[in-house]
């Protein structure tokens, strides 16, 4: 290939997103032997089960691991709003595949917005590095749009802002356990999800895949069938015989028959999606 190619995948922990990554970028070092691969996994907290996001690169000039926010290739989301979440890693050419999902972590499941304890904060700052917000909803259910941060850190106590979705994130990263819960917040609607998306691309692709890995018997398997409903649409720049060798590999044996199915049934919507959008 001859020129880089970035990848953001997400999802909720437990999903499967690490291993699809894995699986992408063990077939873009095969394809390709002058490829750089480079990943970077931002995991929440695993016990919680909290938004987990994958930075995907290869190609021939790569060096940081990190995508930098309106390069994103392509999105992979395993659950739905998470894809809302990292939604300024798109640029107007991006491609991002949408599972419709409703997969809400348990901190967040709980509809809490969350607040510091400032007698126990004591100011590090670990919070903001994982808080990511990208919407909110203020007042009558609009979709506001922010780039910002829900927290910062004034006079050495972190606060909230009123944008806080209570994803959990922060949960993870504070060593003084000072957040504590609050009160209840709204999951957007799918129609605000796409509205949103689709202002910076068309191409945003919201699919039932846990649906059709439920048919298979395992929604287990919906990494690996978002990963075929991608590749179907050839918008990323590995050849499915590469990636199905790399699964092979990469995924339990016991567990090897269904994946290779779920791949297969990825592929056909992945090149039905294709055949209507071209
Ligand atoms: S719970 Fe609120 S403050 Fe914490 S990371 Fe999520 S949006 Fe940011
Ligand atoms: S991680 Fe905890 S201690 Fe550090 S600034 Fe955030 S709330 Fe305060």
Do not use: W
């Amino acid at each position: 290939m001859d020129k880089d190619y970035n990848m953001v995948l997400t999802g909720i922990g437990g999903q499967g997103v690490v291993l699809a990554s894995d699986i992408l970028a063990m077939a873009a070092l095969e394809e390709g032997p002058e490829n750089r691969v480079r990943t970077s996994q931002i995991k929440g907290m695993s016990q919680r089960s909290a938004s987990v996001i994958v930075h995907l690169r290869f190609g021939p000039t790569v060096d940081s691991p990190l995508v930098a926010k309106g390069s994103a290739d392509a999105l992979l989301s395993l659950e739905l709003a998470e894809g809302l979440r990292y939604m300024d890693y798109l640029y107007e050419g991006s491609i991002a595949i949408i599972n419709n999902d409703i997969n809400i972590p348990p901190v967040s499941l709980q509809g809490q917005k969350v607040d510091v304890d400032p007698s126990l904060c004591y100011g590090c700052g670990n919070c903001l590095a994982y808080c990511q917000v990208n919407y909110y909803f203020k007042g009558n259910n609009d979709l506001l749009v922010l780039n910002n941060p829900a927290s910062s850190v004034i006079s050495g106590k972190c606060v909230v802002q009123e944008s806080c979705t209570g994803c959990g994130q922060c949960f993870s990263a504070c060593p003084r356990s000072a957040i504590e819960l609050l009160e209840k917040t709204v999951y957007p609607e799918l129609d605000q999800i796409t509205n949103t998306l689709k202002r910076i691309t068309n191409n945003v692709f919201v699919v039932s895949a846990t649906d059709l890995a439920k048919e298979l018997g395992n929604t287990k398997v919906v990494n690996i069938l978002l990963l075929g409903i991608l590749l179907g649409t050839k918008k990323v720049p590995l050849s499915i015989r590469t990636v199905e060798s790399c699964i092979t590999r990469l995924v339990p044996t016991n567990l090897l028959d269904i994946n290779l199915k779920a791949f297969q049934v990825g592929i056909k919507k992945g090149q039905e999606i294709s055949a209507k959008n071209s």
